[in-house]
């Protein structure tokens, strides 16, 4: 197989995304499944929503980070939130309204979720232990057991509830994107 035709199947950051999971694997966030079904792949698009210019490192309510490697401080106000992808070891994202095919950001640290909420980052996995993706989001319990759950923070922030310590998830967690912050 030439390089071109391998630099063909690449996803650029605003172009189609593209499911190579299998359709009907059940994926696992902790102990309950989830099934992916059989939706068509869809491009996304139609659903993508403008990026706001500002960092997230104050950790300002409402607005995730949704790192690229050609604007690093990129962001997303929800209900929008961050879709990145596993293209590229930077997991450049963009942000949608849409569901995310890989990695989901709805909050980068607590003060997107709800008083007495963590925000968890978890790894997704198919019944045959691969991975799938990521989904961080908000919950009321705490995230789980690292390495495939932390807990998002900031490093200018309050104390993780974990009794961790905040760190940048860049070379600790290098399947997040490098400008979110994890408990360790």
Do not use: W
């Amino acid at each position: 197989m030439s390089l071109c035709a391998l630099a063909a199947c690449s996803k650029s950051q605003t172009g189609p995304t593209v499911d190579h999971t299998p359709h009907d694997a059940a994926v696992t966030t902790g102990d309950a499944p989830v099934t992916q079904g059989d939706a068509p792949v869809t491009q996304v698009d139609a659903a993508m929503t403008p990026v706001d210019a500002g960092s997230t490192s104050s950790g300002e309510a409402g607005v995730v980070s949704c790192y690229t490697e050609g604007d690093p401080s990129q962001s997303c106000t929800l209900p929008s939130h961050c879709c990145f992808s596993n293209y590229s070891s930077q997991h450049d994202g963009f942000c949608a309204a849409s569901a995310c095919v890989y990695g989901t950001i709805s909050c980068d640290g607590p003060e997107d979720c709800a008083s007495g909420q963590h925000c968890c980052s978890h790894a997704l996995f198919a019944s045959d232990g691969s991975l799938t993706g990521y989904s961080i989001g908000c919950q009321a319990t705490a995230c789980g057991a690292a390495p495939v759950n932390y807990e998002l923070c900031h490093t200018s922030g309050p104390a993780c509830s974990n009794g961790g310590t905040c760190v940048t998830a860049y070379l600790n967690d290098n399947d997040l994107p490098r400008t979110l912050d994890i408990c360790q």
